[in-house]
């Protein structure tokens, strides 16, 4: 059965709720567990690691030195440097943390992956959602595979023209340097040509709209985002009450 757009991205966005409302290390590692699991089944494995590994890595290295090495309520020292210190509490904090955002990203990095653009600007416009608003949010929600595949492009085009990149993380990331002009130009011209496009279709134009394009839909998969929105908003709903009753 293939998913209906809004149903993807009910489920992500369910699951980064839940998983946050959770704040649970082992549902973290589990919904990242299958979110690499969907991943491979459907192909996107190894365009969604590395957008995942840019995205993570500088997050969680900052968790590691801001509550791994200056964690206040930290009791067992392993090392100290004058005011910073790394504590067994502050480390199980930042890995805590770190994979409860890793769920969070990865969860929606699937859907980013997968997801058809035209279908989901097509459906949130069946839902009454403005033309104009439903591209702005489906392009936002897809920008980094954009840009990932952009990116791939510029490397291929600049290494078909001598640029040799060595292996390594160091002589990778100057190499990205060199394509970061290139990648904000044609991005740039991309925001420009669209803008364009979408005035020649009337986008901006009010009134009711009609679309070509028909994406199939079933009471199952109407039923299953309602279920997934309010199990959304009962992991909310318990952690506030849970919160103030520790309070």
Same mark, same amino acid.
């Given at each position: 059965m293939r998913l209906h757009p809004l149903t993807s991205l009910a489920a992500a966005g369910s699951t980064a709720v839940v998983t946050t409302a959770a704040a649970s290390w082992p549902l973290s590692v589990a919904v990242m567990g299958a979110a690499l699991a969907v991943s491979v089944r459907v192909g996107t494995a190894r365009r969604l690691l590395p957008a995942a590994a840019v995205v993570l890595l500088p997050l969680g290295l900052s968790l590691l030195m801001v509550h791994g090495l200056f964690f206040p309520e930290g009791r067992t020292v392993l090392g100290?440097?004058?005011?910073?210190r790394v504590t067994m509490e502050g480390l199980a904090f930042a890995f805590e943390r770190a994979a409860q955002l890793g769920a969070v990203v990865l969860a929606l990095?699937?859907?980013?992956?997968?997801?058809?653009?035209?279908?989901?600007?097509?459906?949130?416009?069946?839902? *009454? =959602?403005?033309?104009?608003f439903a591209f702005v949010l489906?392009?936002?929600?897809?920008?980094?595979?954009?840009?990932?595949?952009? +990116?791939?492009?510029?490397?291929q085009a600049q290494e078909s023209r001598g640029l040799v990149i060595r292996p390594g993380l160091l002589h990778r990331a100057a190499a990205f340097r060199l394509q970061a002009v290139p990648l904000v130009l044609s991005l740039i011209e991309d925001a420009g040509t669209r803008t364009a496009a979408l005035e020649s279709r009337g986008f901006s134009n009010p009134g009711p709209r009609t679309s070509y394009r028909e994406v199939p839909d079933s009471g199952r998969q109407r039923v299953l985002r309602a =279920?997934?929105?309010?199990?959304? *908003?009962?992991? +909310?709903?318990?952690?506030?009450?849970?919160?103030?009753?520790?309070?």
């Open positions: 100290q440097w004058g005011p910073a990095l699937v859907f980013s992956f997968s997801v058809s653009v035209p279908d989901l600007v097509a459906a949130l416009s069946a839902r *009454g =959602v403005h033309g104009r489906a392009s936002t929600l897809t920008l980094l595979p954009a840009i990932a595949a952009r +990116v791939e492009r510029i490397r =279920v997934l929105a309010v199990s959304a *908003g009962a992991a +909310v709903a318990a952690r506030l009450w849970l919160s103030r009753a520790g309070g």
